[in-house]
């Protein structure tokens, strides 16, 4: 996909540091505009549903007969930028979420539990991110990784031990909570959905969508991409070459 799409795109001379050295690089603005005036000027699309672990190429080969033509998939799907973002197969899709939400969540009662303001003295308590976590009563540890005041909960890693339903303490900042339950991070709560299908922050009366529901989602509903109908392919790969190199 890569050199079936990018051999068209013109390589452009870019300052990344500014600090006067000069790289070429693909001119990706120019990808972008392409690809939306061609997402609207295209009008013969259609469907279609990608199974279980199924390669871009063998899509590509089943629409077209001719397996390198599956960069047009990403020329047309707002949703698919790269390979990254092709549906992931059941056993790619679990690494990728044990990766991304690595992290042990320790829930507390209230956001003042974790982070807070005292107006009188103008002192703020709050735990800090880098710092190590213990509990006494069960000897677990873990490092601060986020602390999330919006959910009432702080997200360790390199955690070793069990936490448990017990005060925890921050090493440097000696701010300290009872924990109220303790969970995988990707059972953790993303968001809220409240009674129209909107998403939200505020739980009360809302239902809460997990750090690994809102992955699922993501992931199924790249399982249905739009397609150029194999008798407009030709026509629009010549157009898509003609505006990328004007």
């Known amino acids: 996909m890569a050199q079936g799409f990018f051999k068209n795109i013109p390589n452009i001379n870019y300052d990344f540091k500014s600090d006067g050295k000069y790289y070429q690089a693909k001119d990706l603005f120019r990808k972008v505009s392409v690809w939306s005036y061609l997402q609207e000027g295209i009008s013969g699309y259609n469907y279609y549903r990608i ?25 047309v799907n707002e949703n698919l930028q790269d390979l990254n973002d092709w549906p992931k197969s059941n056993q790619l899709f679990n690494k990728f979420v044990d990766r991304k939400y690595s992290g042990t969540v320790l829930k507390c009662g209230v956001p003042t539990d974790i982070i807070s303001h005292n107006h009188t003295t103008g002192v703020s308590s709050k735990f ?90 993501i992931n199924e509903e790249k399982h249905l991409i739009r397609y150029i109908e194999p008798k407009y392919i030709g026509k629009v790969i010549k157009e898509f070459t003609e505006i990328i190199r004007d």
């Open 51 to 75: 199974t279980e672990g199924e390669r871009p190429d063998v899509v590509a080969s089943k629409l077209y007969g001719d397996g390198t033509l599956y960069w047009t998939f990403f020329l």
């Open 128 to 217: 800090l991110t880098g710092e190590t976590v213990t509990q006494s009563s069960s000897g677990a540890t873990g490092v601060v990784t986020k602390i999330d005041p919006t959910n009432n909960r702080i997200i360790l890693n390199s955690v070793t031990g069990t936490f448990t339903n017990t005060t925890v303490v921050g090493s440097e900042s000696l701010k300290s909570f009872t924990v109220l339950s303790v969970l995988r991070e990707q059972d953790g709560i993303h968001h809220y959905i409240d009674s129209k299908g909107l998403l939200t922050t505020v739980s009360t009366g809302n239902t809460p969508v997990s750090n690994l529901r809102y992955e699922l989602d």
